[in-house]
């Protein structure tokens, strides 16, 4: 991904979005008029938001931020205490969706107009749904490292080594990575869940148990050893 946008891909957004302005070589910002259609709903409001092309949760994607306060009011309209349940992590950026369908939905060679369409709509209208009825409109992995084990559970495809080792700085970054190590070296449903409520994993939130049991497979189709997954990644 380039550390700056260019004219070219500044010149597209504004046409479509006429209230973002460059705010720097790598900064995007300004209001964005959201309008989107999902299953026949069709939603629209404003974003106060800025956008960089560097990304301090990923090596592919920009990063966007929601900077208004809408974020805030909707939490607190919803008696929401942690804004990861919408999807905002704690550095602020938005997590417009999980690590391992990136660059599905921003392959290599996309462009500024391309990350605003794709990824940043769709979470300005998720956000903007949830304003209105309390829940997201469509079905949704769980924030962090247990949305990443969620996707498990449902993807198919053949695992990668290096398709593995791309989530597991995420992981770290967890506060309890020690217990995503230890669940992901020797699974156990039986133990309490990685969510902190103290109910067994396997009960409390099963695709990510299920993402677990998929993936301790693919490590052994794969040869990886678990106990050296985190070796030599830093928060």
């Not at 974020?71 to 690590?99: P, Q, Y």
Request: charged share 25%; with cysteine.
């Amino acid at each position: 991904m380039a550390a700056v946008f260019s004219d070219e891909e500044i010149a597209a957004v504004k046409t479509r979005y006429p209230g973002l302005v460059r705010a720097g070589p790598d900064v995007v910002q300004g209001t964005l008029r959201m309008e989107a259609v999902y299953n026949g709903e069709t939603l629209s409001g404003d974003f106060q938001i800025r956008i960089t092309a560097t990304n301090p949760n990923s090596d592919v994607l920009p990063a966007l931020y929601e900077t208004g306060g809408r974020t805030a009011a909707i939490a607190a309209a919803h008696g929401i205490t942690d804004l990861r349940t919408l999807h905002r992590n704690r550095d602020g950026t938005a997590c417009v969706c999980v690590k391992q369908i990136e660059r599905r939905k921003y392959p290599p060679g996309s462009d500024l107009l391309v990350f605003v369409e794709n990824l940043a709509v769709p979470y300005l209208y998720w956000l903007t749904y949830y304003e209105r009825y309390g829940e997201g409109p469509w079905k949704d992995y769980a924030h962090g490292g247990l949305g990443l084990l969620e996707f498990y559970s449902e993807d198919t495809e053949p695992q990668t080594t290096e398709g593995i080792r791309e989530i597991l700085p995420t992981l770290r970054r967890e506060l309890n990575w020690q217990e995503y190590h230890k669940q992901l070296r020797k699974p156990s449903g039986d133990r309490a869940c990685l969510c902190g409520s103290g109910k067994p994993f396997r009960t409390c939130h099963k695709k990510a148990w299920q993402g677990v049991e998929r993936l301790h497979r693919e490590f052994l189709r794969l040869g990886i050893n678990p106990r050296s997954l985190f070796e030599g990644i830093k928060k």
